[in-house]
């Protein structure tokens, strides 16, 4: 069994492949479709040659099925997607809507595991809405 990525709010399944679909909108309003690679600390991304994106620049990431906005309630500067691993184990995951920045949180419970360089940057506000 491959490991699966679901919209928080419809469960639909938003990745295929070694892929992870988002619709997401620029800071200047220009929609397009992008992909992220589905291994956690692998911050390849894959767009239309077309879609123009600035580093640092703040991305709105939506579903690609039910165009539900993702942002996370934990952070307004981080995404919310579900996993489910190989054991049908469910998790959290957050990750940076900054282009290039590379913060990623794989959580279940109290447990975290912290993936990129800059995962520093929220780690105060994800320990704070942890329930320990």
Not at 12 to 20: A, E, K, N
Not at 56 to 73: D, V
Not at 98 to 114: D, P, Q, V
Request: charged share 25%.
């Amino acid at each position: 069994m491959a490991i699966n990525y679901l919209c928080p709010h419809c469960k639909g399944y938003i990745s295929l492949d070694d892929r992870i679909i988002f619709s997401v909108r620029s800071t200047d309003f220009k929609v397009g479709l992008i992909t992220l690679h589905s291994e956690l600390g692998n911050y390849s991304v894959s767009k239309s040659p077309g879609f123009a994106i600035e580093p640092g620049e703040e991305l709105e990431f939506f579903c690609p099925i039910c165009h539900a906005e993702l942002t996370s309630e934990v952070h307004g500067k981080l995404a919310r997607i579900i996993m489910l691993d190989d054991n049908n184990m469910e998790f959290e995951i957050l990750f940076s809507r900054r282009a290039g920045e590379k913060s990623t949180y794989k959580i279940i419970g109290e447990t975290m595991e912290l993936f990129g360089d800059d995962s520093a940057e929220y780690i105060d506000f994800i320990n704070l809405s942890m329930n320990f």
